[in-house]
């Protein structure tokens, strides 16, 4: 059995990972560190609840004692990190928080995991030859994109929110253990996910939930930024490649190919649920356009070709599929 750390997976992404994760390999238990901070939430991994090979431990991944304590007490020997600050909106109100966690957090982690499993730079302890420190990143470190061209593993970092930037900042950091200490690395940068499980607070849910409730829905600027949006699942998968079959130190970019202005999710959504839960009229007549994020940018498109090619990982579900499913999700939560 190997003991793999986990970090904020009871938020939208990890808690997507885990139960796939757990289901795909028997040979792994997985200790899950979380802070529980707003933004996360033990229902979202109920379902692994029962698993014997399922921890779950609240805290913060700053807390050098209690990272350390863990990989002691569970012999750590691999780690995926998703635990983040994520939320571009709340880094322009309060961006302490996403310094702290988002590059602080990542120090730590990454400085317990090289002194617990390796003597000294590119010099591995025998029994933790094979192992790997994860990293889950976002295409938002590439900055922005004019009307042409795609993200790929060599864009120049140009990250614009506090958000975008301290996750540059640790992806950085990422790099320099690799590099100075032969750290065994993995980046994966991801375009948009949506799916089950998202937070209220985002563009999605949001559109869903104020649209059932009658209430406006509110778009910022113009709607016509552009955002590459990839199922879930499909981001759990390249993960999961990435994880056990990605070169050390290299970093990959997932994305799904479907670059959608917001104009275009809402009026997409809208159309769903008036099948779903015909009203008098169109749940389109509630779009209300609000002011614009400061900083916003325009355009995301990731080039995923490495990972597809590389690694043979490729997006199962579309757009078109994906987003009725995630509809469906959502209403019967909302309802
Ligand atoms: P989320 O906000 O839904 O979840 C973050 C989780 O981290 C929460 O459960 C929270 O409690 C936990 N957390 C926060 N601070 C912590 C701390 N100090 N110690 C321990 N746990 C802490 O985020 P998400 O959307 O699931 O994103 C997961 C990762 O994927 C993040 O690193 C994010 O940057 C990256 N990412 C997200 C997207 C996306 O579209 N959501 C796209 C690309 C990359």
């Given at each position: 059995?190997?003991n793999?750390?986990?970090?904020?997976?009871?938020?939208?992404?990890?808690?997507n990972?885990?139960?796939?994760?757990?289901?795909?390999?028997?040979?792994?238990?997985?200790?899950?560190?979380d802070l529980?901070?707003?933004?996360g939430?033990?229902?979202?991994?109920k379902?692994?609840?029962?698993?014997?090979?399922?921890?779950?431990i609240?805290?913060?991944?700053?807390?050098?004692?209690l990272?350390?304590?863990i990989?002691?007490e569970?012999d750590i020997?691999?780690?995926?990190?998703?635990?983040?600050?994520s939320?571009?909106?709340?880094?322009i109100?309060?961006?302490?928080?996403?310094?702290k966690?988002?590059?602080?957090?990542t120090?730590?982690?990454?400085?317990?995991?090289?002194?617990?499993?390796?003597?000294?730079?590119?010099?591995?302890?025998?029994?933790?030859k094979?192992?790997?420190?994860?990293?889950?990143?976002t295409?938002?470190?590439?900055g922005?994109l004019?009307?042409t061209?795609?993200?790929?593993?060599?864009?120049?970092?140009?990250?614009?929110?506090?958000?975008?930037?301290s996750?540059?900042?640790?992806?950085?950091?990422?790099?320099?253990?690799?590099?100075?200490?032969?750290?065994?690395?993995?980046i994966?940068?991801?375009?948009?996910n949506?799916?089950?499980?998202?937070?209220?607070?985002?563009?999605?849910?949001?559109?869903?939930?104020?649209?059932?409730?009658?209430?406006?829905i509110?778009?910022?600027?113009?709607?016509?930024n552009?955002?590459?949006?990839?199922?879930?699942?499909?981001?759990?998968?390249?993960?999961?490649i990435?994880?056990?079959?990605?070169?050390?130190?290299?970093?990959?970019?997932?994305?799904g190919k479907?670059?959608?202005?917001?104009?275009?999710?809402?009026?997409?959504?809208?159309?769903i649920?008036?099948?779903?839960?015909?009203?008098?009229?169109?749940?389109k007549?509630?779009?209300?356009f609000v002011?614009?994020?400061?900083?916003?940018?325009?355009?995301?498109?990731?080039?995923?070709?490495?990972?597809?090619?590389?690694l043979?990982?490729?997006?199962?579900?579309?757009?078109?599929?994906?987003?009725?499913?995630?509809?469906?999700?959502?209403?019967?939560?909302y309802?």
């Amino acid at each position: 059995m190997k003991n793999i750390l986990l970090t904020g997976t009871a938020g939208f992404i990890g808690s997507n990972f885990v139960p796939y994760f757990l289901d795909k390999y028997s040979g792994y238990n997985l200790i899950n560190l979380d802070l529980l901070t707003y933004a996360g939430n033990l229902e979202n991994l109920k379902e692994c609840e029962k698993n014997p090979r399922f921890k779950f431990i609240k805290g913060d991944i700053c807390n050098r004692e209690l990272v350390e304590f863990i990989f002691k007490e569970f012999d750590i020997s691999g780690v995926i990190h998703f635990a983040a600050e994520s939320h571009v909106d709340n880094s322009i109100k309060n961006p302490e928080a996403f310094i702290k966690t988002n590059v602080n957090g990542t120090f730590t982690l990454l400085d317990v995991a090289y002194k617990y499993w390796m003597n000294k730079p590119f010099a591995y302890k025998d029994e933790y030859k094979n192992a790997r420190f994860h990293h889950i990143s976002t295409d938002e470190v590439y900055g922005t994109l004019g009307e042409t061209g795609l993200f790929s593993e060599t864009t120049p970092y140009a990250p614009n929110s506090p958000y975008s930037s301290s996750k540059a900042s640790s992806d950085m950091i990422v790099r320099a253990y690799h590099e100075t200490y032969g750290l065994n690395t993995i980046i994966t940068n991801c375009s948009n996910n949506y799916g089950p499980k998202q937070h209220d607070e985002k563009l999605i849910p949001t559109i869903i939930r104020n649209a059932l409730a009658n209430k406006p829905i509110p778009i910022y600027g113009d709607g016509k930024n552009i955002r590459d949006w990839l199922y879930v699942l499909d981001h759990c998968k390249g993960i999961d490649i990435a994880y056990h079959k990605g070169k050390a130190g290299q970093t990959y970019n997932i994305g799904g190919k479907n670059e959608r202005t917001n104009l275009e999710i809402v009026a997409k959504i809208c159309e769903i649920l008036d099948e779903l839960l015909p009203k008098d009229e169109s749940y389109k007549n509630l779009l209300t356009f609000v002011e614009d994020r400061a900083g916003h940018d325009r355009r995301y498109a990731i080039d995923a070709s490495k990972i597809e090619n590389e690694l043979d990982w490729k997006a199962d579900e579309t757009f078109d599929s994906g987003i009725v499913k995630t509809v469906k999700w959502y209403v019967e939560k909302y309802s």
